[in-house]
């Protein structure tokens, strides 16, 4: 399923899926106008994850059974999603949960280099993963039936994933893998979770309902609507734990080691990992963090032509036959109420705005 290098058009703008409605609504617009992407996606995963149908099927009611009772609203409109485009509602599960079901069958990622400036009121990163999701993904922009909007950039039939909402909330991930049990609502749902929360003080009692059992790290930013302030916070989920660093003023950095814990599994890619942060650290240093540009232009960079932040497509050594590199990079500006997005990992690309402002 590798992909031609060469001649992937990486200028080209990502399509921008309107839904409205109710959580059934919202979920069977996703499906119907998605519908052969997310069948490709479908097929895509089922070759990653490698997993007889039962065994995908098992874990994938699982994750089913406990994201439903933390958001049954989430449940209702991946139900309407798998129903309307016509797949197995378990595969479309298996997607939502795809980050928790790749940790247990062991593939390595390289994905991600994030930055989170609150005196900017801005959230910025990389998306590695498969070169083959970069023409399929999709921003989706999100009118619930109360006025709540948000805007994610995320995998065709899945949820959520980095976004911005109407309520000055905005959400980043990085993958993480640790050795311990994941068992807890799925990542990508608890992404989408935050972003629909309708208040920046409710963002606490759904990460405690929640509760660890996934192997991630998330950047959660909040704008106070009052005072202006943005206040970012970096959560790393080991799976039986939750650890978290606050900051109003500093920018924070991540990759895909663990930061706030001395957790170490050889499934992260360090090399890889390590690299990235270091080169982060020197941007920042130099005054990366001064402006959405120079923020931006952090995202691009490539002096480490080993492990650069921006990365062309490359054969991944875990991934037979897949290739992986930037399938986009994203800049939420909360002041604004907007989203930048530019697909693929060309410099020169151009960005397209998506804005959440009621």
Not at 77 to 96: F, L, P, T, Y
Not at 109 to 136: H, M, N, R, Y
Not at 287 to 301: C, E, I, P, R
Not at 315 to 331: E, K
């Amino acid at each position: 399923m590798g992909v031609n290098r060469e001649s992937r058009a990486e200028t080209a703008r990502m399509q921008v899926v309107h839904v409205a409605g109710s959580p059934h609504e919202i979920g069977a617009a996703h499906g119907e106008q998605l519908a052969d992407r997310i069948d490709q996606c479908v097929q895509l995963y089922r070759g990653v994850f490698g997993l007889a149908d039962a065994e995908l099927d098992r874990r994938a009611a699982h994750f089913e059974s406990v994201s439903r009772a933390w958001s049954p609203d989430l449940a209702i409109e991946i139900d309407a999603i798998a129903d309307a485009s016509g797949q197995r509602r378990s595969d479309v599960w298996a997607m939502n949960a795809r980050s928790e079901i790749l940790a247990h069958v062991g593939v390595e990622t390289t994905e991600c280099t994030s930055v989170l400036a609150p005196k900017l009121g801005l959230l910025a990163q990389t998306w590695d993963w498969i070169a083959d999701l970069e023409p399929l993904t999709v921003v989706l922009d999100v009118a619930h039936a109360d006025g709540h909007r948000l805007a994610t950039v995320t995998e065709p039939g899945m949820v959520g994933k980095i976004g911005l909402s109407s309520t000055g909330v905005a959400v980043g991930l990085n993958f993480l893998s640790s050795p311990t049990r994941l068992d807890g609502v799925a990542v990508h749902v608890l992404l989408r979770g935050l972003l629909d929360a309708r208040s920046g003080s409710d963002l606490d009692a759904l990460l405690d309902r929640a509760g660890p059992g996934r192997s991630a790290h998330v950047f959660l930013a909040s704008r106070d609507a009052t005072s202006g302030l943005t206040t970012g916070s970096s959560l790393e989920f080991t799976g039986d734990k939750m650890f978290r660093r606050d900051s109003t003023d500093e920018p924070l950095l991540h990759t895909n080691h663990f930061l706030l814990t001395d957790l170490i599994t050889d499934a992260i890619p360090a090399d890889n990992s390590y690299a990235r942060f270091a080169r982060s650290q020197v941007l920042i240093e130099q005054g990366s963090a001064v402006s959405v540009q120079t923020v931006k232009d952090h995202l691009d960079d490539r002096v480490n032509r080993e492990f650069p932040i921006c990365r062309k497509w490359v054969a991944s050594p875990t991934l037979i036959g897949f290739d992986t590199g930037t399938v986009c990079s994203i800049a939420i500006r909360l002041n604004e109420g907007e989203m930048d997005v530019r697909r693929g990992h060309d410099p020169g690309g151009s960005w397209q705005t998506i804005s959440v402002a009621r």
